[in-house]
């Protein structure tokens, strides 16, 4: 797809076209009806990359098997949250999970442990076997505020996630923006990341950034085109504007006179 506007604006940042592997756009899903859903993507299809359907609210959400289908064709993989993947894991019921995703022509899965104990080498067992089936994103960080990982282990278990065959890493922020690579107030850890792209690479990495200052804040630093994820859908277009300096908040970091 090539990257299409309706009038000419020249010195635009170039974006990468999609299927994207860098400047991706993650869309967190919370149980739009169907409506939405077609509302949404005859809007926001270009720009959006694969869309989440959050923690558990596909076992809840009406219509799901139709849901998925209009994002299907619209190109865009869709995955289930990985709360719920863990709702699977502590009943012993992971090979259920699979037949679940197979049910509904699911091709990507998210693997997290934000809200469950498991060792480093179970999470990276599970990772093995669903990648086999399955394009996998792996969830990096805790859902706890008060739990604080160092950097050395956040990058110890994503090249070791990476390893055991997942397509991208995931660096945790929940829906609020104030966990994981971001502290209570929403700011970023600076240090963490930074320390993060010392040994991964960007493209690998999905940075939950669901907050307009968090975006602004990875876009002066690394660019329009880092991923990022857990946009809500009436952001996505906001996003992109930040994406090309047409907001003030990077209007003067792309334009080039």
Known sequence: MLNTYNYPLPNLPERTVKPRERGMTMVMDKGLSLREVEDFLSNCADYTDIIKLGFG????????KEKIDLYK???????????LFE?????????????????????????????IEI???EKCGYISKLSKHFTVLSEVGSKDADKIIPP?????????ELEAGAWKVIAEARESGTVGIFRKSGEVRSGLVEEILTQISQERILWEAPQKAQQVWFLELYGSNINLGNIAPNEVIPLETLRL????????LFFKK
């Not at 064709?73 to 709360?83: D, E, F, H, K, S």
């Open 57 to 64: 609210t596909s076992l809840v959400t009406p219509k799901l």
């Open 73 to 83: 064709q619209a190109n865009i993989p869709v995955y289930l949250g990985g709360t």
């Open 87 to 115: 709702a699977f894991v502590v009943r012993g019921l992971v090979d259920d999970y699979m037949k679940l995703l197979d049910k509904f022509g699911i091709t990507h899965a998210e693997i997290s442990d934000g809200s």
């Open 119 to 121: 060792s480093e080498e």
């Open 152 to 160: 050395y282990k956040w990058i110890a278990m994503m090249k070791a």
């Open 245 to 252: 300096g047409l907001r003030g908040d990077t209007f003067n």
